[in-house]
């Protein structure tokens, strides 16, 4: 099971609360769940090809995932995971 916690952003589009409990061993899989719970979710976290789309970061138990190919390396068990927008400017 992950806690995930959302980005305010999504509440903008999807009625999510600020943390949701998912039954999930990889970030995909999470992501399935959270389209499962609110359709077109997963489409603003990943591309049609399952990729991490750019302007997404995710935290795990506070570290960024930096290294995007390991978006579908397994996550522990009660893992914290943060879904953010990456934010871009000057």
Known sequence: MLTV???PHLKRFFPVPDEVQVDATTLPEMVQRLDDLWPG????VV???GALR???AIWVDG???LDRSRFGEPVRDGAVVHVMQALSGG
Do not use: A
């Open 63 to 65: 570290t960024r995932l």
């Open 47 to 49: 591309d049609e090809r």
């Open 41 to 44: 979710l997963g489409f603003y």
């Open 5 to 7: 916690r959302l980005t």
């Open 54 to 56: 750019e302007n997404v």
